[in-house]
């Protein structure tokens, strides 16, 4: 056989080579392509988003506001209100707030007393642990001492 090849499978081989070249140079150009869309649309996008957040930021300031009109008018209406001819409800309900006030008074006294008399009650079984432990130490030294006697 001989070594030489065909012009034929010569010039097979560089179209086909040619034609591999020119095909991975559309692909490189349509992912350039490709890219170029993808950031145009990324920056649309953020753009947009941002302005969506200024909206609803500027929507939620403006409910706010008429949420805290409203609230205040609705304190002033309730403060106003008439449960008779002489008694208005806000200061119904500023003596039902007293009332409360001075019952939570009485109830954090009564649990500040509680906690005074335990904490009291605990210091001296400590104090009482602590006399026997230093009875207990003398006794011990004193034994101690007996035993050293003992050996000299």
Do not use: C, P
């Not at 200024?54 to 706010?64: E, H, I, R, T």
């Not at 906690?115 to 003398?138: N, R």
């Amino acid at each position: 056989m001989s070594n030489k090849f065909s012009i034929g499978v010569v010039v097979a081989i560089v179209l086909q080579v040619s034609a591999f070249v020119w095909w991975t140079a559309q692909q490189a150009q349509t992912i350039q392509t490709l890219e170029g869309q993808v950031k145009e649309l990324t920056a649309k996008s953020e753009i947009e988003k941002e302005v969506q957040l200024a909206s609803d930021v500027a929507n939620l300031k403006k409910d706010l506001e008429e949420l805290k009109e409203n609230a205040l008018q609705s304190i002033i209406d309730i403060d106003n209100m008439r449960i008779s001819e002489d008694t208005r409800l806000g200061a119904h309900i500023d003596e039902r707030i007293e009332g409360l006030g001075s019952y939570v008074d009485e109830r954090l006294q009564d649990i500040t007393n509680n906690i005074v008399a335990e904490f009291q009650k605990h210091e001296g079984w400590i104090d009482d642990l602590y006399v026997d432990y230093e009875d207990a130490i003398e006794a011990l030294d004193k034994k101690l001492s007996d035993r050293i006697k003992d050996l000299e």
